[in-house]
Structure formats: structure tokens, C-alpha cells
């Protein structure tokens, strides 16, 4: 998986946990998680769902590298 589909998988899966998501406004680098509200259980979800469809484990250790769209492009597409 490269980077760019990395990130469109970020955000077809924010776009699921929160269907409102303006993505036109979400800079790449900046927090998703406060921009968009997330709460603990929204976030484990996402981890959950990038992880299972990407087809890579995502430790706790790896999610301050989920905080913005770019960081989590860069994750997944390290670890595919």
C-alpha cells in the first residue's frame, strides 16, 4: 500500500466512525482526534478497522503516530 492509498483508507474509515468528517477543512497534519472529536472508543474502532483492513498489527505503542491523517498514511503504508 503506498502513501495515498493509505490515506484514503484513513479516511473512508473516519468517514465511517464520523459520516460528517470535512476533510476540506482537516489539515494533514493536524490532530483528527481533536478536530473531529473523537472519543477513546471512536479511536480504538478506528485502530481496529485500519488495522484489519489494511492487513498490519497496530500496537498502543504505535498510536501517537495515528494522530494526524499523514502520520497515519505513513504508518500504514510502512507497515503494508
Not at 504505535?62 to 494526524?68: K, N, V
Amino acid at each position: 500500500m503506498n502513501h495515498d492509498q493509505a490515506l484514503a483508507l484513513v479516511r473512508e474509515v473516519l468517514t465511517e466512525i464520523v459520516p460528517d468528517a470535512d476533510f476540506a477543512v482537516l489539515a494533514p497534519d493536524e490532530n483528527y482526534r481533536q478536530a473531529l472529536e473523537l472519543d477513546s472508543l471512536d479511536f480504538l474502532g478506528l485502530v481496529e478497522q485500519l488495522s484489519v483492513r489494511a492487513g498490519c498489527r497496530i500496537d498502543e505503542d504505535d498510536y501517537p503516530r495515528l494522530a494526524t491523517l499523514a502520520a497515519s498514511a505513513d504508518l500504514l503504508a510502512e507497515r503494508t
